[in-house]
């Protein structure tokens, strides 16, 4: 195993940067809104905010407390953690989930970039509601043009993470994080402006309760999880790149905290627009790239508004992207000889395969499915509905139950005189709360 000149995030901005370049991607942007919107508004983002905090916060803590203090990628942490037993598959299934999801998350991070592309260009105004659709499938379908974008978001993930933590990761999410949060301020702003801006607020901020089922909750869990890339060991990877002195609980409490606040931003922009202009937010996945269009060629300056936004999409996007990335050339890297750039570039090879298969889905292997899921579908379901929530709920039993109560205390470093209390919270938090509520989730996912 090499462990040498594994390299350091340098500064502490560095380490939030980074950090929320993972958590915020598709999951806050693209797919929170939708599912606020198919279930019920308000009601929904008051379970969201108490899975955040319940869950994320301890689940977020957990993987950072195993990655800095065994300083290693998320496969050989619990190898040294943890010698001799098979706690170490915990880290196999991560580096696994990480592959797949990349599978189809880097077809989706390619239709972003398309997108971009198209609303630069001036292309996406002038349609029916009905041609966005259209032209949306058409490009979905089309037997090579995602692929070629699929292909080079693979190679700028590649780029960065081939030269290595401060040097490519660290950097380029010093550079687009800070970018990220300008355009959505600058979008929020915005939106107050729109004529169903108190509507769309409402929608978002009112709560009715008796508009929520049950099963909301469990879809709330498992967007938590998604989206603060918890369960697979990339948390793990990054604070194992974090230096002595960050704060892991203030670190997990400013990365969950941005995060939900990214995912509520996403939802500022979306509604009043959807509402503004005589559309519903219920329309399911394909609201950001068949709705949207058509939303932002009615407002004022449009083009604008959809370069942004597909800007918007694409940084939060391609950040998460080199963190999937990251996991499996950090696991692969650390235990070949290979150098990193070379274990990053045949991760991508192999990940090209599996994306061809997963983007086809939407074209000439529409009819190939299982269990009634396409390609694109399975790779989703089995990672964020069964894979992230095994690994959560063993993460969780791995430091509540097996380590060494010194070292969580050592690696949390609380000043406070109430200190031993709140880490005895923590571990019952991780012994029993924690891991009941991912079993309900995924007794769920499984019967559901
Ligand atoms: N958190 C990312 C998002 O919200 C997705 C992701 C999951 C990234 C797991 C890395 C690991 O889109």
């Known amino acids: 195993m090499k462990t040498e000149n594994r390299g ?47 869950l994320g916060i301890p689940g977020v803590i957990a993987e950072f407390i195993v990655g800095r203090h065994s300083h290693a990628n998320a496969v050989d942490s619990f190898k040294k953690l943890a010698p001799k037993t098979k706690w170490h598959w915990i880290g196999y299934s991560g580096v696994l989930a990480g592959f797949l999801i990349m599978g189809y998350y880097a077809v989706v991070v390619g239709w972003t970039l398309e ?3 198209q609303a630069i260009l001036g292309n996406l ?5 009905e ?53 959505i301020l600058v979008m929020v702003a915005n939106s ?15 709560p009715n309760f008796s508009e929520l089922e049950p099963v909301a909750i469990l879809i ?36 969950v905290s941005i995060d939900a606040m990214v995912a509520i931003l996403s939802a500022m922009i979306i ?30 300056l449009g083009t604008l508004w959809s370069i942004l936004f597909y800007a918007l999409l694409f940084i939060a996007a391609i950040t998460s992207l080199i963190s999937l990335l990251e996991v499996v050339t950090a696991y692969i890297y650390e235990n070949t000889s290979l150098t990193r750039r070379k274990a990053a570039f045949i991760v991508t090879g192999m990940v090209l395969v599996l994306g061809v298969f997963a983007s086809m889905s939407f074209g000439p292997l529409q009819e190939v499915t299982l269990f009634g899921k396409t390609i694109f579908d399975l790779l989703d379901f089995v990672t964020a509905s069964i894979l992230l929530p095994v690994g959560g709920f063993f993460i969780s039993i791995f430091v509540g139950w097996f380590l060494d109560k010194r070292i969580i205390a050592t690696e949390l470093r609380i000043k406070h005189p109430k200190a031993h209390l709140f880490i005895k919270g923590y571990i019952y938090m991780l012994r029993f709360f924690v891991p009941a509520c991912i079993f309900a989730v995924f007794l769920y996912s499984l019967l559901g």
Not at 125 to 129: H, I, R
Not at 272 to 294: D, I, R, Y
């Open 125 to 129: 105004s002038g349609m029916t509601v």
């Open 271 to 300: 509604f009043p627009a959807v509402f503004s202009f005589g559309m519903q937010p219920t329309e399911g996945p394909s609201l950001v790239f068949k709705v949207l269009p058509n939303v932002f060629q009615q407002m004022p």
């Open 131 to 183: 041609q966005y659709g259209q032209v949306f499938d058409q490009f979905a379908g089309h037997p090579y043009w995602p692929l070629v974008w699929m292909v080079i978001v693979m190679l700028i993930s590649t780029f960065v993470v081939a030269r290595g933590v401060s040097g490519g990761i660290e950097k380029i999410s010093n550079v687009l994080m800070p970018v990220f949060f300008l355009i």
């Open 8 to 54: 350091n995030f340098s500064s502490k901005i560095g380490v939030i940067l980074a950090t929320v370049g993972t958590a915020v991607g598709l999951g806050n942007v693209w797919r929170f809104p939708y599912i606020v919107g198919e279930n019920g508004g308000g009601a929904f983002l008051v379970i969201y905010i108490l899975a955040l905090l319940l």
């Open 220 to 255: 709330a869990i498992g967007q938590t999880f998604f989206s603060l890339s918890l369960g697979m060991g990339c948390l793990i990877t990054y604070s194992s790149y974090f230096k002595k002195d960050v704060s892991l609980a203030k670190t997990a409490t400013q990365v």
């Open 115 to 117: 997108y971009l592309t």
């Open 192 to 206: 107050f402006f729109l004529p169903a801006a108190g509507q769309g607020m409402k929608y978002l901020f009112l």
